[in-house]
């Protein structure tokens, strides 16, 4: 496969880095795929060392990122949503779950984005527009705003115009709706039984309410529709293109879920899922090298199995070209921060809110 090959996949591709400095796979794919942009984890701050430390070792991996991957502009991403889904050190704020946060979402999310920003961060992959219907779900539950549509969409809602305010792109997570399962998509694929019409009356609510709030990025559900398509809704063209471009008119980037969760990992080791994604809707894919993949075997498969279908037509260049340009789009749009420490009353003041939340 060419350079241009591997770097044309490069600007579809949110890569997860190995730790806190790179290895020399990490290198590697940074020079050779040049991703569009990164996604951390936990194991990416150093933990349990003091605030200055940690920060300065985080700034000089961007550093790092960006000199190996030759962008001076890129997508610098974090799953930051609170409760549990916290990868940062203290002193960062720990927020609860957003279905504690109320009437405090939007204040929550100007002090998330605040702390986002001094991390050199710009998308935060949140809000879940998801609803917390089912009381058995082991994989969204109180990360969901309310336990209803409408309940979700405004603290969804509050929570994305707070992040929009204060300069954070972003992510309204999982299309259409992972709120119902009672199984969790890094394990294994889940499965809903719900018409069109089902998610019409329910899920698709709160999304329909960020679209019209202008929200840049929706990410998709690896989940089966079996009422709706015959593939997971991450491949549905009926669900990503028919329903979330045409019906609800979803003009911004469609990203997937983590390609290396078990509910669709093997699905994109066969040749021809990633065109199948592509001819679907999605724009831009998350490889984390988080779940059950460090190496960048799985990577560089999906970026062979992208230049094969170019190369056999099964993937069409005017649709990696509509891909390239609403990525490009937003790009131009999302700031580009320098790390830098936040003052001990910031940080104090942030602490005193997330006690709030659980008052």
């Not at 079996?226 to 593939?231: F, H, N, R, Y």
């Not at 669709?264 to 984390?288: E, H, Q, R, Y």
Request: hydrophobic share 45%.
């Amino acid at each position: 496969m060419s350079v241009s090959q591997l770097e044309r996949f490069g600007h579809h591709l949110i890569l997860g880095i190995s730790g806190t400095t790179l290895s020399d796979d990490d290198k590697r794919a940074l020079s050779e795929l040049k991703p569009i942009g990164v996604i951390f984890f936990a194991k990416n701050f150093r933990q349990g060392t003091h605030y200055q430390v940690w920060l300065e070792a985080f700034k000089e991996l961007i550093d790092q990122v960006r000199q190996y991957a030759e962008r001076d502009s890129m997508f610098l991403t974090l799953d930051h949503e609170g409760g549990s889904v916290i990868r940062t050190p203290l002193p960062i704020a720990r927020f609860p779950h957003a279905f504690l946060l109320g009437t405090l979402a939007i204040e929550v999310a100007k002090a998330t984005a605040l702390e986002l920003k001094s991390l050199g961060i710009n998308v935060s992959w949140s809000p879940v527009a998801d609803i917390f219907s089912n009381p058995e779900n082991p994989v969204i539950g109180p990360r969901a705003f309310g336990t209803t549509a409408q309940t979700a969409a405004q603290g969804a809602c509050d929570y994305y115009l707070g992040l929009k305010e204060s300069g954070i792109k972003g992510c309204a997570k999982h299309f259409p709706g992972h709120g119902d399962t009672s199984q969790d998509s890094h394990i294994e694929l889940p499965r809903l039984n719900l018409t069109v019409e089902d998610l019409r009356s329910r899920e698709l609510i709160p999304f329909q309410a960020l679209i019209e709030q202008q929200i840049p990025m929706i990410m998709t559900a690896h989940i089966l529709f079996p009422q709706i398509d015959a593939v997971p809704a991450t491949l549905s063209k009926l669900i990503l293109n028919d329903i979330l471009r045409k019906e609800l008119k979803f003009e911004g980037v469609i990203v997937s879920d983590d390609l290396d969760m078990k509910a669709v990992s093997d699905m994109f080791m066969k040749s021809g899922t990633v065109a199948k994604a592509f001819n679907a809707g999605c724009d831009l894919f998350i490889v984390s090298r988080n779940i059950n993949s460090s190496s960048l075997e799985r990577t560089y498969a999906i970026a062979q199995d992208f230049s094969v279908s170019l190369d056999n037509g099964s993937l069409d260049e005017s649709v990696v070209a509509a891909a390239k340009a609403r990525i490009d789009k937003l790009l131009e749009v999302t700031p580009q921060y320098i790390v830098h420490s936040l003052d001990e009353e910031t940080l104090l003041r942030h602490a005193k809110l997330a006690i709030a939340c659980n008052l």
